[in-house]
Nanobody, 128 residues
């Protein structure tokens, strides 16, 4: 059974950093473009970042550009999301998901239906 597992979340003060990890069992992540989404209470799920499988190209939501960095380590079958300069509005449940295509493209976050497998989500809380 395909499973994605997120880890690394928690409580952090504004201006702090966290690194989220997305790992998989039973299949190889490097065949997929992988994205991170987040959902705050009462809000829709929004795209945070995406990393392609084909060429490693990366894409970011406007609200996180310059602060978050997505990367992948195929040897460890893991995708990371380094989050710096965190703000209270970054609070939410963060999910990783596998994209149906090997390259993210500029419309990568337009439709959640384009993502086949999702992790269970992990809480990130930015608060003083």
């Amino acid at each position: 059974q395909v499973q994605l597992v997120e880890s690394g979340g928690g409580l952090v003060q504004p201006g702090g950093s966290l690194r989220l990890s997305c790992s998989a069992s039973e299949f190889t992540l490097d065949y997929y473009a992988i994205a991170w989404f987040r959902q705050a209470p009462g809000k829709e799920r929004e795209g945070v970042s995406c990393i392609s499988s084909s060429d490693g190209s990366t894409y970011y939501g406007d609200s996180v550009k310059g602060r978050f960095t997505i990367s992948r380590d195929n040897a460890k079958n893991t995708v990371y999301l380094q989050m710096n300069s965190l703000k209270p509005e970054d609070t939410g449940v963060y999910y990783c998901a596998t994209y149906q295509h090997v390259r993210c493209g500029f419309s990568w976050s337009a439709r959640l239906e384009w993502y086949d497998y999702w992790g269970q989500g992990i809480q990130v809380t930015v608060s003083s």
